[in-house]
């Protein structure tokens, strides 16, 4: 039965039906980052912590009553496959849109989804040509400064919503620079895969 048996991805706790299904998924990056270049090869033996776990801690931001969520750049799913498999038990109506403008990387994320029984949204387009999503949490990880993702999810970010960015040891600088352009409400978390990192979470987001 879900959710009796449980263990932990990082600071998540999950059941074995849910991590098992995050192994099954760790083992796909593995299989297609040998033609398609998903993580870097230094990161291919530290995947687990650098990637799926610094994944799992995005989703810890999401509002019990999100109903819909936006990952931009989503590259080798990270955090939108990871965040689509926790979902599944911890909070199955949350809908999941992943988008990637690199046809390879889509067909991994469509292909990956499907093998692992998924219902996600993979859009293959850029960013900019995508319709207002009305999401009630964006998210985003090593895409671009944090100024151009405020840029890039404002319009897609309904009343209320929220944006989920994990950034490194130069977050501070970035929210500096973001703050000459954007008014917004930040609560800042240290990461739980890597010091001096930290998520950002964005509220309230309104050009100066």
Excluded: Y
Excluded at 13 to 27: G, K, N, P, Q
Excluded at 87 to 113: G, N
Excluded at 126 to 153: F, W
């Amino acid at each position: 039965m879900m959710g009796l048996l449980q263990d932990s991805v990082g600071s998540v706790s999950v059941s074995r039906e849910t991590l098992a299904s995050l192994r099954a998924f760790e083992a796909e990056v593995l299989r297609w980052n040998q033609a398609v270049n998903l993580v870097s090869r230094g990161d291919v033996e530290h995947l687990w912590g650098r990637h799926i776990v610094d994944s799992a801690q995005v989703f810890q931001a999401c509002p019990p009553d999100s109903r819909n969520w936006l990952d931009l750049g989503s590259g080798g799913g990270f955090p939108g496959l990871v965040v689509a498999i926790l979902a599944r038990e911890a909070q199955p109506d949350l809908r999941v849109t992943l988008v990637e403008s690199d046809q390879r990387k889509a067909a991994f994320l469509r292909q990956t989804a499907q093998k692992l029984g998924l219902d996600v949204d993979v859009q293959p387009k850029r960013i900019e040509s995508l319709p207002p999503q009305a999401a009630d949490v964006v998210s985003a990880r090593a895409l671009a400064p944090l100024v151009d993702l405020l840029t890039l999810s404002a319009p897609h970010m309904k009343p209320g919503a929220i944006a989920v960015f994990p950034k490194g040891a130069r977050h501070a600088e970035e929210v500096a620079e973001a703050r000459r352009l954007w008014s917004f409400d930040l609560e800042t978390v240290p990461s739980a895969s890597q010091a001096d990192a930290a998520l950002l979470i964005i509220r309230k987001l309104s050009r100066e």
